[in-house]
């Protein structure tokens, strides 16, 4: 999370994200010990904002409106200095970090996928040999990069891209600049790598891009999707729903999937 008003977390540009910024200040203030955790009585996170009328609403009828960080979002809407000096791109951006960064961020983090590029752009300028600012972007939610990457929701790629990611790129990078080990050839240059398993990871020095916006190279793990027979099998599995419902028609339709913040796993960002 770098800009929580830009685009991550709270304020997408100015539009406020009511699903998981209610829920996550509650789980986090609303007791001490973080015992007491968010509830619902629908299975659509949208009907609970329809019935309430308005975020500042719901959030007066569960209390929410009574913890501090909550007042902080109520009371600063507009990008404002509370937002502006604690935006870690242009705090770094001031005084850049002499040390090395990897920035790995989701492409489909759902919460926080402007932190990340936005970060490697306001430092790329301090690091024009490319040696200590590098940037990653996977095929992953939020957080995934450190968990199971073999899909996102009913697409399934050929292994698991995030522990590919892990083994391949953060593991001897770490081991570069903390264990002395030999240098990765994927920092500072152009290349492409092919895994056993299909998995491509490419680096490309984006010609096209718009002036001062990411004119670097950056790591981008791309992962061809499933496509054996016993593949496609699981996926048509996965598509169909777990139980239908009549209405007046007679057609029957699909019991809505409720909209929220977390995965069926419980993770953030799914």
């Given at each position: 999370m770098v800009d929580g008003w830009m685009g991550d977390d709270w304020f997408h540009n100015g539009a406020f994200r009511q699903d998981g910024a209610l829920q996550y200040v509650y789980d986090q203030e609303?007791?001490?010990k973080n015992d007491a955790t968010w509830w619902t009585d629908a299975r659509d996170t949208y009907e609970?904002?329809?019935?309430?009328?308005?975020?500042?609403a719901l959030a007066k009828a569960r209390g929410v409106d009574e913890l501090g960080y909550w007042r902080e979002l109520v009371a600063h809407t507009a990008?404002?200095?509370?937002?502006q000096n604690q935006a870690v791109d242009k705090v770094l951006a001031k005084d850049p970090p002499k040390v090395p960064m990897l920035i790995v961020s989701g492409l489909f983090?759902?919460?926080?996928?402007?932190?990340?590029?936005a970060l490697y752009q306001a430092l790329a300028g301090s690091d024009p040999r490319g040696e200590r600012v590098h940037l990653v972007l996977g095929p992953w939610n939020h957080g995934q990069g450190r968990r199971e990457g073999r899909g996102i929701g009913p697409i399934m790629f050929e292994g698991?891209?995030?522990?590919?990611?892990?083994?391949?790129?953060?593991?001897?990078?770490?081991?570069?600049?903390?264990?002395?080990?030999?240098?990765?050839?994927?920092?500072?240059?152009?290349?492409?790598?092919?895994?056993?398993?299909?998995?491509?990871?490419?680096?490309?020095?984006?010609?096209?891009?718009?002036?001062?916006?990411?004119?670097?190279?950056v790591l981008s793990i791309c992962w061809p999707t499933a496509s054996s027979d016993s593949s496609r099998r699981r996926r048509r599995k996965r598509s169909r729903p777990r139980r239908r419902i009549s209405t007046?028609?007679?057609?029957?339709?699909?019991?809505?999937?409720?909209?929220?913040?977390?995965?069926?796993?419980?993770?953030w960002g799914g």
């Open positions: 609303a007791t001490r609970v904002f329809l019935r309430a009328g308005s975020a500042g990008y404002d200095s509370f937002w983090d759902q919460e926080d996928m402007y932190g990340g590029p698991d891209t995030a522990a590919w990611f892990r083994r391949t790129i953060m593991q001897p990078y770490l081991d570069y600049y903390l264990k002395d080990g030999p240098k990765p050839d994927t920092l500072g240059c152009s290349c492409t790598r092919r895994e056993p398993t299909s998995g491509i990871a490419t680096m490309d020095g984006l010609a096209h891009a718009p002036p001062g916006v990411l004119q670097r190279p007046t028609n007679t057609y029957p339709i699909r019991e809505a999937r409720p909209i929220s913040h977390a995965t069926d796993a419980g993770h």
